[in-house]
C-alpha cells in the first residue's frame, strides 16, 4: 500500500516539475490545440441537440398533407385522432432509469402533439384509449400523477371548440390477458376522462362502441341499441372503439352494423395503421360470407373516402408513442364535410430512437476524445 501511494506521489510531483518547467510558449500551443478540440466537441453536441430536438421536427412538417384552403368553418369538422400515448408509468421501469425515460416520453409527446394541433387547429380531440400505460394496475395515487401528466402531455386538447373525446382502452381499464375489467377500473377512468357515449360535434355524431368481448353477444347488442337511441340519424355516424371491429368477431361486426349503422370506424390498439375494408357489410348479413381487405395507409397525403357507401371501412389510428415497438408514430388527422365525403392523412412524427442512439453514440465518441487528450497530454509532459 505504501508503495502504491508512493508511486503516485511521485507522479503527481513529476507531473507538476514537469508542468512548472514547460517553457510558456509550448503550454501556450497546448492550451489553444486542446481548446480547439473542447470548442468542436461542445460545438458538435449544441448542433446535434438543435437538430435532434427542434430542426427535425420542423423538416418531419413539412411532409405533413396540405390542408385545403377552400373549406369553410360550418361545413367541415376537424378530428385528431390520439391513439396509446401509454403514458410510461413507475412500476414497469427500472427506477432511476425511468426518470429518464418517463422525462423523454412524455417530452416526445408533448413537443409533437403541440406542433400537430397548431397545424390542424382541430374542432375536437378524440382520444382512442391506451392512455396510461399503467393505469389498470396502479395506485389511485400514482393514477392522480399519470393524470396530471397527461393534462401537461395533452394540455391544447382541452382548448379546441368541443370538448376532447376519451375512450378507455385494455392498458386503462383491464381486459385483456390476465388483467381483468373491473367496475372500480371503469369508474376511476370515467372520473378523471368524462366522455358520453354520444358526442355530438356539428353534423357528426362520435358514437363510443365500447365493445367488450368478454360479455355475452346478447348484452353487447342491448348496450349498442340503447346506445342507438341517443343517435341521430341526421347526422354522419362514425363509430370509435380501442381494439378493432372489423376483423374481431362477425357477430360483434353485424350487430355494430345493424344498430349503429357507421359510416365509419375508428380503432387503435394494434399500434399500427391500417385500413380495413367490408366491400360487401351492408348488403350481406351472414356473419361466414362477409369479405375483408386490409390495407397499409402509409401516404403523408390526404386520401378522400366517399361515405355512405355500401362498403363499410375502418380506420386504424397509429400510435403517438414511440415505446410502442413501433418505429412509425403519428396522429389521424379527418376532415369530414357536410357533403357526405371525408379525407383522411397521418400526421407522422420524427423517429425518436435513432436519435437517443445519435446522444448515445456522440457521448461514446466525445468520451474518447477526452480519454486520448488526457492520456496524450499527460505522456507528454511525463516523459518528453
Ligand atoms: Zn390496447
Not at 136 to 142: A, E, F, L, P
Not at 200 to 205: G, I
Given at each position: 500500500?505504501?508503495?502504491?501511494?508512493?508511486?503516485?506521489?511521485?507522479?503527481?510531483?513529476?507531473?507538476?516539475?514537469?508542468?512548472?518547467?514547460?517553457?510558456?510558449?509550448?503550454?501556450?500551443?497546448?492550451?489553444?490545440?486542446?481548446?480547439?478540440?473542447?470548442?468542436?466537441?461542445?460545438?458538435?453536441?449544441?448542433?446535434?441537440?438543435?437538430?435532434?430536438?427542434?430542426?427535425?421536427?420542423?423538416?418531419?412538417?413539412?411532409?405533413?398533407?396540405?390542408?385545403?384552403?377552400?373549406?369553410?368553418?360550418?361545413?367541415?369538422?376537424?378530428?385528431?385522432?390520439?391513439?396509446?400515448?401509454?403514458?410510461?408509468?413507475?412500476?414497469?421501469?427500472?427506477?432511476?432509469?425511468?426518470?429518464?425515460?418517463?422525462?423523454?416520453?412524455?417530452?416526445?409527446?408533448?413537443?409533437?402533439?403541440?406542433?400537430?394541433?397548431?397545424?390542424?387547429?382541430?374542432?375536437v380531440v378524440v382520444f382512442?384509449g391506451?392512455l396510461?400505460?399503467?393505469g389498470?394496475?396502479?395506485?389511485?395515487?400514482?393514477y392522480q400523477?399519470?393524470v396530471?401528466?397527461f393534462r401537461?402531455?395533452f394540455?391544447?386538447a382541452y382548448?379546441?371548440?368541443f370538448e376532447p373525446v376519451f375512450i378507455s382502452?385494455?392498458?386503462d381499464v383491464?381486459?385483456?390477458?390476465?388483467?381483468?375489467?373491473?367496475?372500480?377500473k371503469v369508474q376511476r377512468f370515467e372520473k378523471y376522462f368524462p366522455s358520453k357515449r354520444v358526442k355530438?360535434?356539428?353534423?357528426?355524431?362520435i358514437?363510443d362502441?365500447n365493445?367488450?368481448?368478454?360479455?355475452?353477444?346478447?348484452?353487447?347488442?342491448?348496450?349498442?341499441?340503447?346506445?342507438?337511441?341517443?343517435?341521430?340519424?341526421?347526422?354522419?355516424?362514425?363509430?370509435?372503439?380501442?381494439?378493432?371491429?372489423?376483423?374481431?368477431?362477425?357477430?360483434?361486426?353485424?350487430?355494430?352494423?345493424?344498430?349503429?349503422?357507421?359510416?365509419?370506424?375508428?380503432?387503435?390498439?394494434?399500434?399500427?395503421?391500417?385500413?380495413?375494408?367490408?366491400?360487401?357489410?351492408?348488403?350481406?348479413?351472414?356473419?361466414?360470407?362477409?369479405?375483408?381487405?386490409?390495407?397499409?395507409?402509409?401516404?403523408?397525403?390526404?386520401?378522400?373516402?366517399?361515405?355512405?357507401?355500401?362498403?363499410?371501412?375502418?380506420?386504424?389510428?397509429?400510435?403517438?408513442?414511440?415505446?410502442?415497438?413501433?418505429?412509425?408514430?403519428?396522429?389521424?388527422?379527418?376532415?369530414?364535410?357536410?357533403?357526405?365525403?371525408?379525407?383522411?392523412?397521418?400526421?407522422?412524427?420524427?423517429?425518436?430512437?435513432?436519435?437517443?442512439?445519435?446522444?448515445?453514440?456522440?457521448?461514446?465518441?466525445?468520451?474518447?476524445?477526452?480519454?486520448?487528450?488526457?492520456?496524450?497530454?499527460?505522456?507528454?509532459?511525463?516523459?518528453?
Open positions: 500500500m505504501n508503495i502504491l501511494r508512493r508511486s503516485v506521489h511521485c507522479i503527481c510531483i513529476a507531473a507538476l516539475m514537469k508542468l512548472a518547467l514547460t517553457p510558456p510558449g509550448r503550454w501556450f500551443r497546448e492550451y489553444q490545440r486542446r481548446h480547439k478540440i473542447n470548442h468542436f466537441v461542445a460545438l458538435s453536441a449544441v448542433f446535434l441537440i438543435l437538430y435532434n430536438e427542434y430542426v427535425s421536427h420542423w423538416l418531419q412538417s413539412t411532409y405533413w398533407p396540405q390542408i385545403p384552403v377552400s373549406i369553410t368553418e360550418e361545413d367541415n369538422l376537424k378530428v385528431l385522432f390520439v391513439t396509446d400515448p401509454q403514458l410510461v408509468g413507475f412500476d414497469n421501469e427500472p427506477h432511476l432509469l425511468g426518470i429518464i425515460t418517463r422525462y423523454d416520453s412524455d417530452r416526445y409527446m408533448r413537443r409533437t402533439f403541440q406542433s400537430s394541433i397548431s397545424y390542424v387547429k382541430p374542432d382512442l391506451d396510461l400505460d399503467e389498470s394496475i396502479s395506485s389511485d395515487q400514482q400523477i399519470y396530471d401528466r401537461q402531455v394540455h391544447e382548448q379546441t371548440k382502452g385494455d392498458n383491464g381486459g385483456e390477458g390476465s388483467d381483468p375489467m373491473t367496475t372500480s355530438t360535434a356539428k353534423f357528426v355524431d358514437i362502441a365493445i367488450d368481448l368478454n360479455k355475452f353477444a346478447t348484452e353487447i347488442k342491448k348496450d349498442l341499441k340503447n346506445v342507438a337511441t341517443q343517435t341521430d340519424d341526421k347526422q354522419l355516424k362514425i363509430v370509435i372503439n380501442h381494439s378493432g371491429i372489423l376483423y374481431r368477431e362477425r357477430y360483434v361486426l353485424l350487430n355494430v352494423i345493424e344498430t349503429l349503422k357507421p359510416a365509419i370506424i375508428f380503432t387503435s390498439h394494434t399500434h399500427v395503421s391500417r385500413l380495413w375494408t367490408c366491400p360487401d357489410c351492408y348488403r350481406n348479413h351472414r356473419p361466414n360470407s362477409i369479405h375483408l381487405k386490409v390495407d397499409r395507409l402509409t401516404s403523408n397525403k390526404f386520401q378522400t373516402f366517399p361515405v355512405n357507401n355500401d362498403d363499410l371501412k375502418e380506420i386504424v389510428v397509429p400510435t403517438c408513442s414511440y415505446r410502442m415497438g413501433v418505429p412509425d408514430m403519428g396522429y389521424g388527422f379527418a376532415i369530414f364535410n357536410k357533403s357526405g365525403r371525408f379525407d383522411y392523412a397521418v400526421l407522422w412524427q420524427v423517429q425518436r430512437y435513432p436519435q437517443l442512439w445519435s446522444y448515445l453514440a456522440f457521448l461514446i465518441v466525445a468520451s474518447v476524445i477526452k480519454l486520448t487528450l488526457f492520456f496524450s497530454n499527460r505522456s507528454r509532459f511525463l516523459f518528453r
